[in-house]
């Protein structure tokens, strides 16, 4: 299995509250994806990193920011959680070349 | 920009069945296909991809899946599914450019009964 975790696991928090997901990696991929995962919805692009501070928006974009500062982490916030995030938050990572993503276990995010 | 349909959203068969399910893409650039499965709580694993060559891919887990250019289409298909099988499946189409974003259909439930 590629060496991806994301912490937390599982978080519950309140409306109006900042929260940040991390995105570990040991594979020394230069890129980075986070997705988020809801019923009928499929998997959408939220945010991606081609590189070290160098980052890019996706489809569902509004409300999320990200930073990489360096290559194994990349970090999702939440400035202000909405119950419209309420979700599961997947990373990903590729190689430079490769197609092929690979996937970690997912954040389940409760916003009340 | 690319997008992906996937036919069916569920797909009941019973254990020992063949199956297929559908997947259609729409994309006005050369693309790589890809199926994912998800088994219930578990990140997502890829069980085959399309890049070039061949048109019909070999996964894992007895899976194959056959790209039709003429017909955008990348169905995957199992002669005989097991229990274990149970999943949500995945079809993802980039652009057959390096790296870019996949881009997901909604998923189709598999459910094997027995």
């Known amino acids: 299995d590629a060496g991806i975790t994301q912490s937390p696991r599982h978080k519950v928090t309140e409306t109006g509250t900042p929260v940040t997901l991390r995105c570990h990696q040991t594979?020394?991929?230069?890129?980075m994806y986070w997705y988020r995962q809801d019923p009928g919805h499929g998997l959408r692009l939220i945010h991606y990193s081609y590189g070290v501070k160098d980052t890019d928006k996706g489809e569902v974009s509004d409300g999320y920011s990200v930073s990489r500062s360096k290559t194994e982490d990349f970090l999702l916030t939440l400035e202000s959680a909405t119950s419209s995030q309420t979700s599961v938050y997947f990373c990903a990572i590729s190689g430079t070349g490769e197609n092929e993503q690979f996937f970690g276990p997912g954040t389940r995010l409760t916003v009340l | 920009a690319q997008s992906v349909t996937q036919l069916d959203s569920q797909v009941p068969v019973f254990e020992e069945a063949p199956v297929e399910l559908r997947c259609n893409y729409s994309?006005?650039?050369?693309?790589?296909l890809f199926w994912y499965v998800q088994y219930p709580n578990q990140g997502l694993q890829l069980l085959l991809k399309?890049?070039?060559?061949?048109?019909l891919v070999k996964g894992i887990n007895g899976f194959e899946a056959e790209f039709n250019k003429s017909q955008t289409s990348f169905h995957l298909r199992k002669p005989s599914v097991h229990i274990s099988d149970t999943a949500e499946y995945f079809c993802a189409v980039s652009e057959a450019s390096g790296n870019t974003p996949l881009v997901f259909g909604k998923g189709t439930r598999l459910s094997v009964i027995a």
């Open positions: 594979e020394n991929h230069r890129y």
């Open positions: 399309y890049l070039s060559g061949s048109t």
């Open positions: 994309s006005s650039v050369s693309v790589y």
